[in-house]
C-alpha cells in the first residue's frame, strides 16, 4: 500500500498570502488528521476529517480551515499567512477514529517571509 | 498548562545503554501513542498503547493507567536509534490529541 503522501513539500509564500496543502491518505483510511509543528510549540493538533465531516478540531483561529473530498484526500487552507504560521504541517491518516493508529505524511514545510 | 509531560528533554547514550523515556498525563484517555521522529521530519508511530505493555523488537512500551504514566525503553541502544520521541495521547473525549514535547535522543558509537 501507499503511504501518506503531502503534496507540496515545500512552500514558501509572503505575509498577507493564503495557501493549500494537500493530504491523500492510506487507500482504505477514512480519517485525515492535521497537524502543525514549530520549534517553540512542538506538534499541535489543527483538525480531524471523516467522511467529509469536521469531527474535532484544535484551538486554532479561524484561518485555519480544512476540508475532506469523497475520495477521502484532505486539503488544509491557511489565510492572510502571518510569520509564525511557518512550520512543518503534517497530516496523518487511520482507518476510522483519530484513537486509532496514526500513519504520518512526510509534511509540508512552509515558511512565511 | 501541558496535558502530557515528558522526560528527559534531551539524553545522551553510549550503545548497547538501555534507555527509558517517561510520560505522563493529566487526562483521561482512550489510547497513548509513542512517534518516533527522525531529522527531516518523517514521523512514524510506534506503539499505540491503552493497557499494560507492548513489545517490538528492542522497543518496550508500558502504560499504568491508574498512575497515568508511561514509558519507553529501548534495549541495547544503537545509533540509528537516534531521534526525537514523542508521547501523545488520544483523550476519552475524542475531540483532541495531545503531544508530549518530546525527547532527543542521541546514542553515541
Known amino acids: 500500500k501507499a503511504g501518506v503522501t503531502q503534496t507540496p513539500r515545500y512552500l514558501i509564500k509572503t505575509r498577507g498570502q493564503q495557501v493549500t496543502l494537500s493530504c491523500s491518505p492510506i487507500?482504505?483510511?477514512?480519517?485525515v488528521s492535521w497537524y502543525q509543528q514549530t520549534p517553540g510549540q512542538g506538534l499541535q493538533f489543527l483538525f480531524e476529517?471523516?467522511?467529509?465531516?469536521?469531527?474535532n478540531k484544535g484551538n486554532f483561529p479561524g484561518r485555519f480551515s480544512g476540508r475532506q473530498f469523497s475520495n477521502s484526500r484532505s486539503e488544509m487552507n491557511v489565510s492572510t499567512l502571518e510569520l509564525g504560521d511557518s512550520a512543518l504541517y503534517l497530516c496523518?491518516?487511520?482507518?476510522?477514529?483519530?484513537?486509532?493508529?496514526?500513519?504520518f505524511g512526510p509534511g509540508t514545510r512552509l515558511t512565511v517571509l | 498548562k501541558n496535558e502530557v509531560e515528558q522526560s528527559p528533554q534531551n539524553l545522551t547514550a553510549q550503545e548497547g545503554e538501555f534507555i527509558t523515556i517517561n510520560c505522563s498525563y493529566s487526562?483521561?484517555?482512550?489510547?497513548l501513542h509513542w512517534l518516533q521522529q527522525h531529522p527531516g521530519g518523517g514521523i512514524v508511530s510506534l506503539f499505540m498503547?491503552?493497557?499494560g505493555k507492548k513489545k517490538h523488537g528492542r522497543l518496550i512500551a508500558t502504560i499504568n493507567i491508574q498512575e497515568k504514566h508511561s514509558s519507553l525503553h529501548i534495549t541495547a541502544s544503537h545509533p540509528r536509534d537516534s531521534a526525537v520521541y514523542i508521547c501523545?495521547?488520544?483523550?476519552?473525549?475524542?475531540?483532541?490529541?495531545?503531544f508530549g514535547t518530546g525527547t532527543s535522543l542521541t546514542v553515541i558509537p
Open positions: 496523518a491518516s487511520s482507518t476510522f477514529r483519530l484513537v486509532n493508529e496514526q500513519f
Open positions: 487507500s482504505g483510511h477514512r480519517s
Open positions: 476529517y471523516f467522511s467529509e465531516t469536521q469531527r
Open positions: 487526562v483521561g484517555i482512550s489510547a
Open positions: 498503547l491503552s493497557s
Open positions: 501523545a495521547v488520544s483523550p476519552n473525549t475524542g475531540n483532541q490529541f495531545y
